[in-house]
């Protein structure tokens, strides 16, 4: 309706139309009204959403033994003695982010 003598919003809100049986429900208080998840929906979103999210970010380590071959893990990294270290870290590739 383009008449700006009417406002379309305000006749549908004020309105008795409501598909989704919304003004029968009591509102909800977000804090009062929270319950804690069940074990198996905080289980659920552990081993789908958690768990694959975790192993995608996770830091993986290398080291370089005196040969120049690459080794998995820190069992290869120089002693204090032995001479100077080089850390080298991108953070979140690919801006992918963690909220944990």
């Given at each position: 309706v383009l008449d700006?003598?009417?406002?379309l919003t305000e006749i549908i809100v004020d309105s008795q139309i409501d598909p989704f049986k919304?003004?029968?429900?009591?509102?909800?208080?977000?804090?009062t009204g929270w319950k804690k998840p069940?074990?198996?929906?905080t289980r659920h979103t552990i081993e789908?959403?958690?768990?694959?999210?975790?192993?995608l970010t996770?830091?993986?380590?290398?080291?370089?033994?005196?040969?120049g071959k690459r080794r998995k893990g820190l069992s290869e990294l120089p002693t204090?003695?032995?001479g100077p270290l080089l850390f080298v870290a991108?953070?979140?590739f690919g801006k992918c982010k963690s909220y944990q």
């Open positions: 700006d003598r009417l406002n919304k003004r029968l429900e009591k509102p909800i208080d977000p804090i069940s074990e198996e929906y789908n959403s958690v768990k694959p999210l975790r192993r996770s830091p993986v380590f290398f080291s370089t033994d005196k040969e204090q003695n032995e991108n953070h979140q």
